[in-house]
């Protein structure tokens, strides 16, 4: 994922207006999984970002939804990015 790679060169700006723009065109084109795993993403960026409020809402938001689809390995996921940032699940 594009976005991904912006995170880890530490691109933070851009990774933000990449994945506004990917959350709009999911939630319009339906695809709940793909959300899920962008919403993972938005908790990831908060959390870098020192918004911890922001990226514990959107975790919740994404791990409910996940559940939802049954969605293990990226429960799994949001599991590390709560451990790995002091996150509740």
Do not use: C, F, P
């Amino acid at each position: 994922m594009v976005v991904q790679a912006l995170l880890e060169a530490g691109q933070l700006d851009e990774a933000q207006a990449t994945l506004h723009d990917a959350l709009a065109l999911l939630r319009e084109v339906g695809n709940r999984h793909e959300l899920g795993r962008a919403l993972l993403v938005v908790s990831e960026l908060s959390a870098r970002r020192g918004e911890q409020l922001v990226a514990q809402g959107v975790l919740h938001e994404a791990t409910t939804l996940l559940r939802e689809l049954g969605a293990a390995l990226d429960l799994e996921q949001a599991g590390r990015i709560a451990e790995h940032y002091g996150l509740k699940q």
